[in-house]
């Protein structure tokens, strides 16, 4: 690629390659935050966002219709020597980006083509994992905010706050850079998806009610899909787990919203969709509103129902940082309708009995809640419990194993990796193959090649994408796998296709079964 105007002379992408192959080696965070921020010191103002995105495994720019077919076409040999420099990479990215109509495709591939070109081989190998969405080194949204903030010396909690309230690393890396008033100034925005928060799994119902009690709450934990819905005015917008805007596929959740008493709104809760006797139906069949949108005409009525457990802003008021007590009176005030089913400062026995409830409904459990206790998003704070009656827990698949006898032919015994919270990999606690339906095996033998990184004769080893809900009996020490711990009598429960990685269940979660 030329640079005729002298547009460029900033960091060389070269730079940013080392970094996310150092960072990658590494398995301590506290030097993984020191390479980062080493890189981000040299960093300027233009060139910093972008930076940060890219070591985060994104691209400013979101999709540039840019896949592995059209990168499998290119032939280009590697430069000999590093030229590239981070602002003409986002330059082409963006003209990807803008490239549509009429010769869009010849126009990407001769813009791939000029940039390949002036690619070194690490280069190279960078940008087709970062094109293709597998540039995975380690760099997690916890690890670069210790970054961020060490490099700016802002305050950690300023930078985790503004990251959970944009959503967005990088505009959080520039807000830092300008100073903490930049920081200040940035609060809840209807319209813009939070960080959820999460739960920490309790070893059972008297553990959590003791660890909270007695001014608490008892919800029903629902087996459907995580939904956020923001309403200003007429402007409804419905985001999942993963902060994807599903608005347009449910327009049934829409219409709902729409007829709440109240102006603006930041609602969060689950939904999914019942059968005609009031029970939930099968996890898989919520999901597939998310894909398919509503009902086509001809078909059954597939409704999705929604439940809400919290209120983060009501009517120009922002609650995120009032105690849940607050929260849950403001949805009482709009829609005590659609709260799900609690109990608030219940009885041991009280407390039993709305478990044994939730789990004759149809439910997965409770979940306990302190009415103290903040909206803390993105983080698993003690002050949320998750009780079920199996130890369940999402894990990442890191290969599968061709079956054998009836199995044959197929992808069967799977390896499960629990998350590393210190280094953002995944550590292998165990395998099983039980629990696997006919339809699940056909579904992961022609999924699981899609994300294969290599393979031997008894073997696919995946790439850490695919999450899994696993039921077990407990855990073990063992020396056979890396994190000194290894899964009892694992079975496979559902796929979690509304997860991604980074929200898998860590090797600390796993390893507190020990105790």
């Given at each position: 690629?030329?640079?005729?105007?002298?547009?460029?002379?900033?960091?060389?992408?070269?730079?940013?390659?080392?970094?996310?192959?150092?960072?990658?080696?590494?398995?301590?965070?506290?030097?993984?935050?020191?390479?980062?921020?080493?890189?981000?010191?040299?960093?300027?103002?233009?060139?910093?966002?972008?930076?940060?995105?890219?070591?985060?495994?994104?691209?400013?720019?979101?999709?540039?219709?840019?896949?592995?077919?059209?990168?499998?076409?290119?032939?280009?040999?590697?430069?000999?020597?590093?030229?590239?420099?981070?602002?003409?990479?986002?330059?082409?990215?963006?003209?990807?980006?803008?490239?549509?109509?009429?010769?869009?495709?010849?126009?990407?591939?001769?813009?791939?083509?000029?940039?390949?070109?002036?690619?070194?081989?690490?280069?190279?190998?960078?940008?087709?994992?970062?094109?293709?969405?597998?540039?995975?080194?380690?760099?997690?949204?916890?690890?670069?905010?210790?970054?961020?903030?060490?490099?700016?010396?802002?305050?950690?909690?300023?930078?985790?706050?503004?990251?959970?309230?944009?959503?967005?690393?990088?505009?959080?890396?520039?807000?830092?850079?300008?100073?903490?008033?930049?920081?200040?100034?940035?609060?809840?925005?209807?319209?813009?998806?939070?960080?959820?928060?999460?739960?920490?799994?309790?070893?059972?119902?008297?553990?959590?009610?003791?660890?909270?009690?007695?001014?608490?709450?008892?919800?029903?934990?629902?087996?459907?899909?995580?939904?956020?819905?923001?309403?200003?005015?007429?402007?409804?917008?419905?985001?999942?787990?993963?902060?994807?805007?599903?608005?347009?596929?449910?327009?049934?959740?829409?219409?709902?919203?729409?007829?709440?008493?109240?102006?603006?709104?930041?609602?969060?809760?689950?939904?999914?969709?019942?059968?005609?006797?009031?029970?939930?139906?099968?996890?898989?069949?919520?999901?597939?509103?998310?894909?398919?949108?509503?009902?086509?005409?001809?078909?059954?009525?597939?409704?999705?129902?929604?439940?809400?457990?919290?209120?983060?802003?009501?009517?120009?008021?922002?609650?995120?940082?009032?105690?849940?007590?607050?929260?849950?009176?403001?949805?009482?005030?709009?829609?005590?309708?659609?709260?799900?089913?609690?109990?608030?400062?219940?009885?041991?026995?009280?407390?039993?009995?709305?478990?044994?409830?939730?789990?004759?409904?149809?439910?997965?459990?409770?979940?306990?809640?302190?009415?103290?206790?903040?909206?803390?998003?993105?983080?698993?704070?003690?002050?949320?419990?998750k009780v079920k009656p199996t130890?369940?827990?999402?894990?990442?698949?890191?290969?599968?194993?061709?079956?054998?006898?009836?199995?044959?032919?197929?992808?069967?015994?799977?390896?499960?990796?629990?998350?590393?919270?210190?280094?953002?990999?995944?550590?292998?606690?165990?395998?099983?193959?039980?629990?696997?339906?006919?339809?699940?095996?056909?579904?992961?033998?022609?999924?699981?090649?899609?994300?294969?990184?290599?393979?031997?004769?008894h073997t696919v080893y995946l790439?850490?994408?695919?999450?899994?809900?696993?039921?077990?009996?407990?855990?073990?020490?063992?020396?056979?796998?890396?994190?000194?711990?290894?899964?009892?009598?694992?079975?496979?429960?559902?796929?979690?296709?509304?997860?991604?990685?980074?929200?898998?269940?860590?090797?600390?979660?796993?390893?507190?079964?020990?105790?």
């Amino acid at each position: 690629m030329s640079d005729p105007a002298g547009t460029f002379g900033g960091m060389k992408l070269i730079d940013v390659v080392q970094t996310s192959s150092d960072v990658a080696r590494d398995r301590s965070r506290t030097r993984k935050t020191e390479v980062l921020a080493g890189l981000l010191a040299t960093a300027a103002d233009a060139e910093l966002p972008i930076v940060v995105a890219w070591l985060s495994g994104e691209i400013p720019q979101g999709r540039l219709g840019v896949g592995w077919r059209s990168l499998s076409k290119l032939a280009s040999e590697p430069a000999g020597e590093p030229s590239l420099e981070v602002a003409e990479v986002d330059a082409a990215f963006g003209e990807l980006a803008a490239a549509s109509g009429p010769g869009s495709t010849t126009r990407r591939a001769e813009i791939l083509a000029a940039m390949f070109a002036a690619a070194t081989e690490p280069e190279q190998k960078f940008l087709i994992a970062l094109l293709t969405g597998e540039l995975r080194q380690g760099a997690l949204a916890g690890v670069m905010t210790d970054a961020i903030a060490k490099v700016t010396g802002e305050s950690l909690t300023a930078v985790r706050r503004v990251h959970m309230l944009t959503g967005s690393l990088p505009e959080t890396a520039a807000l830092a850079r300008f100073g903490a008033e930049a920081l200040a100034g940035v609060g809840l925005e209807v319209g813009r998806a939070v960080e959820p928060m999460l739960a920490t799994p309790a070893d059972n119902l008297d553990a959590a009610l003791e660890l909270l009690g007695p001014d608490l709450v008892v919800d029903y934990k629902l087996d459907g899909a995580r939904i956020q819905v923001h309403r200003k005015g007429t402007d409804i917008s419905v985001y999942t787990r993963t902060l994807r805007d599903v608005t347009g596929n449910v327009p049934d959740l829409v219409e709902v919203i729409a007829g709440l008493p109240c102006d603006s709104v930041i609602l969060d809760g689950e939904t999914l969709m019942l059968s005609d006797d009031g029970r939930p139906r099968s996890f898989q069949d919520t999901m597939s509103r998310f894909g398919s949108g509503p009902t086509a005409a001809g078909e059954p009525e597939r409704l999705l129902k929604p439940f809400f457990f919290d209120c983060l802003h009501l009517d120009g008021v922002d609650l995120i940082d009032r105690p849940l007590s607050e929260r849950l009176a403001a949805i009482d005030s709009i829609a005590p309708q659609l709260r799900i089913p609690a109990v608030t400062r219940p009885t041991a026995d009280e407390a039993k009995r709305h478990f044994d409830t939730a789990m004759a409904d149809g439910h997965e459990g409770v979940m306990v809640k302190s009415l103290d206790g903040l909206y803390v998003a993105g983080r698993r704070g003690k002050a949320w419990q998750k009780v079920k009656p199996t130890h369940t827990f999402d894990l990442v698949v890191l290969g599968a194993e061709w079956g054998s006898g009836r199995r044959t032919g197929w992808l069967s015994n799977l390896h499960l990796g629990a998350r590393d919270p210190e280094t953002g990999e995944f550590i292998m606690v165990g395998k099983t193959f039980k629990g696997l339906t006919d339809d699940i095996l056909r579904w992961q033998t022609e999924e699981f090649p899609k994300h294969a990184t290599h393979r031997d004769a008894h073997t696919v080893y995946l790439r850490p994408q695919v999450v899994v809900e696993i039921e077990l009996d407990g855990a073990q020490r063992s020396s056979r796998y890396a994190g000194g711990v290894a899964l009892r009598f694992a079975r496979v429960v559902r796929y979690r296709p509304d997860k991604t990685p980074d929200l898998a269940d860590s090797i600390e979660t796993i390893r507190a079964l020990l105790k």
